[in-house]
């Protein structure tokens, strides 16, 4: 089971309490999975489709708590590869105008009855509860989340632009951002941010997922941390060796014409530290000279060496073998 199922799945399962809260709720659903039908002799079918059993169960649950209708389930196969199963709750005509118009989806007279719209029912979530219901309802019906191990990414797909900005106005309200993409003439609301996605999560109610969101989140955090680490070791290490085989090359551009034992005694002395122990770090290097010296001494002595060298090769006119050298490496 994916993520996105399982949340779904944790949804469907909270209480059913407040009637204002579950009447917001299905009002989100109706708008983003359900269908209506216009039928010979003005019938009107209703229909809400899921490939999720839970969330089918959850609108069974809903519609006869909060509006006391009795609905048709049937189970149907999906034309997809896969074949999964599509659960569809019908609700039959006696009850469907009353219903569209109680989830201010339709108007109330017979005049703009057929009007119908599609945008979030300002009506209908008057309070915080509301809200959060309207946001839950929304996502069963259209949301979903991405795998947190491998990314972090929540959306709500509409096939209406205004519900699309609804309910980005909606999370806006609680602080989380949103933001309306056009893909294949869907209006995509996403969320990018891994803080923003624990809080849509906590918003909702579904306390497990956050749970295991934020434990998946720390372990990635944790584990980005030490590659940091690591990687930031590495390039000190290969900076260290570069720096290492550079100098120890000028020393022996030194020794090679003779030139090591004319140094100043300070110098001479680190020079041969320096051949001697290719592998130590400047502060190491330091410590072994008496007496000691710190990592900005050692290292400006071992540039004035550096020059020395060049120096010598400029005088003799060969070709810079400090280079060479370092390129052989």
Known sequence: ??????????????????????????????????????????????EFSTENAAVARRVFKLLKTAFDISTEVSIEKTNRLK??????????????????????????????????DFGVPRELIKNDACKRAYVKGAFMGCGSISDPEKSYHAEFVNSREEHSKGICKLLEGFGITGRIILRKNYYVTYVKESEQISDLLALMGASNSVLEFENVRAVKETRNQINRVINCETANLDKIVDTSVRQINSIKVLKKYKAIDTLPDHLRELAYLRLNHSNASLKELGEMLNPPLGKSG??????????????????????????????KE
């Open 83 to 116: 074949k999964h199963n599509n659960y569809i709750v019908k609700i039959n005509d006696s009850r469907s105008k009353g219903f569209l118009q109680e989830i201010k989806i339709a108007g109330k007279d017979s005049v703009n009855f057929m009007t119908y």
């Open 298 to 327: 050692v290292n400006h002595r071992l540039r004035k060496i550096e020059e020395i060298a060049k120096e010598i090769e400029q005088e003799r006119g060969v070709d810079n073998e400090i280079t060479k050298s370092n390129s």
């Open 1 to 46: 089971m994916t993520f996105s199922s399982k949340t779904k799945d944790e949804l469907s399962r909270t209480e059913i309490t407040d009637m204002l809260s579950a009447r917001a709720e299905v009002a989100a659903v109706a708008r983003t999975m359900g269908y209506v039908t216009l039928k010979g002799l003005n019938k009107i079918e209703i």
